[in-house]
């Protein structure tokens, strides 16, 4: 009895290693696929990565900077792309994750797959495209003669994070879309939204040197996820410091909470996912 209890088990261990092995396998080729696509039949292809964050960031700087008077923030270009870039992973990332149930719907009916894989998928596609965005900023550090330091290493805990972060709202979104269409568009107003409350391109200092504004909306700005993402990240590279420890509670905190809320509403409801794709 022994005997069998032990090979049952080691039989058990095997079929989920060589479950998770074949769902790495199909991860990877749908990023790949994923990043093919994004270029194919495009000139300049994946320059398109590096040029467009610092079109973004030229034209973006001579309007908040000289227009809207933004020059307070010291480096204000670099400030101004790499809260861009970052902030663009996460549209990027969830974006796709709230489509990734419903645009995998064809497969999803052909092929035995674990669902989790797509909006998963969706993360890592985003994040290959933000690691090409990075060259941009390499460039802008490059001109105005910026050296990096030891400090950019913080950038690697706010990239991990961020993509926990990201998997957990993209398989929440992803699965509410598949059975609440509405999510569709209600998510790009909620991104909208997201952007101005987030400060890419406009600086913290516009409300605390402001007197009229109220503590609470503060303190609504520096709960906002994204606002301690990019922090993290600014002080990495722009500020060239180690980040605040209530900055990088917070951004563990927000992957902690996204990804649980993500996998219970993806694991109790992705079994209905084939009634209604």
């Known amino acids: 009895m022994a005997q069998a209890s032990s090979d049952s088990k080691s039989l058990a261990k095997t079929h989920v290693k060589g479950r998770f092995s074949k769902d790495i396998f199909i991860l990877q080729q749908l990023v790949t696929k994923d990043f093919k696509l994004r270029y194919r039949r495009s000139v300049l ?69 674990d669902r989790w894989v797509f909006p998963v998928q969706k993360v890592f596609s985003a994040v290959v495209n933000f690691l090409f965005s990075l060259i941009a900023v390499a460039v802008v550090m490059a001109f105005f ?49 997201w952007t101005y ?25 520096k709960i906002n996820p994204m606002f301690n993402y990019l922090e993290v990240m600014r002080s990495a590279i722009v500020y060239q410091s180690t980040p605040s420890r209530m900055c990088l509670l917070l951004c563990a905190v927000w992957a902690v909470i996204a990804l649980i809320a ?16």
């Open 197 to 221: 409350l987030t400060p890419i391109f406009w600086s913290l200092k516009l409300l605390t040197d402001n007197p009229e504004v109220p503590s609470f909306v503060l303190a609504v700005v």
């Open 45 to 113: 292809g994946v320059v398109w990565s590096v040029l467009n964050p610092l079109l973004m960031m030229i034209i973006m700087s001579f309007v908040f900077q000289y227009v809207f008077k933004s020059g307070d923030v010291v480096n204000y270009p670099l400030y101004l792309i790499v809260g861009n870039i970052t902030f663009q992973l996460m549209s990027e990332a969830t974006n796709g994750g709230l489509n990734s149930i419903i645009g995998a719907a064809s497969l999803l009916k052909k092929v035995k797959i």
């Open 145 to 193: 003669r910026i050296m990096p330091t030891y400090h950019m290493v913080w950038m690697l805990y706010a990239i991990a994070t961020l993509m926990v972060f990201c998997i957990g709202i993209g398989m929440l979104i992803g699965a509410l879309a598949v059975f609440f269409r509405d999510m569709l568009h209600l998510w790009s107003v909620l991104l909208t939204a």
């Open 262 to 277: 993500g996998i219970l509403v993806f694991k109790k409801t992705e079994h209905k996912f084939i009634l209604y794709i």
